[in-house]
């Protein structure tokens, strides 16, 4: 039996963090770089344990590790009063990150991580939680239009010489209720 678990990270999480970032990220996202170097560049910048540890002190930002089997396989991040230009009003959050690692997606793991973030957008009494996912990502959008995130917008991101397409998802918190 596997026993998995979901826990609010610590700035000494950092390092896991950090690992985890790196290797989901080259799981889901590596094969798109043609130059090695803006990969490796962009593991130092988003996902050195110093810039993990900085993130995790903000009071703004709410991270997760998720478990199996005491086994880190898994992390979540949550930006709260992060407003968009695709949703009006205020008490907004963004869902920055859901990283599994490629053997334990079948668990379900991605959808114990959403859950936690939804009820912390909801006791932080944010009306909405936005996110970008990669156009191309048909298993993450497939994920969050099963879990009532709507299309709302598109934008760019470059990363070296690639030039990435986002959709912009969101999902009203109002109806929602918390555990």
Known sequence: MQKIEVRKA???DAEI???LGRVTFTETFGGLFRNINDLHDYYNKTFSVQKIRKSLKKVNNVFWVAYVNELPVGYAKLKLNSDSEFIEGKNTSQLQKIYVLKDFLA???GLKLQENLIVEAKKNKSNNIWLSVLHSN???I???KKNNFTEIGNHNFQIGIENFEFIVMSKKLSTFICK
Do not use: D, E, G, P
């Open 10 to 12: 610590k700035v000494s």
């Open 17 to 19: 963090i950090a690992l």
């Open 107 to 109: 668990m379900k793991i």
């Open 138 to 140: 048909t298993r993450a």
């Open 142 to 144: 497939n994920f969050y």
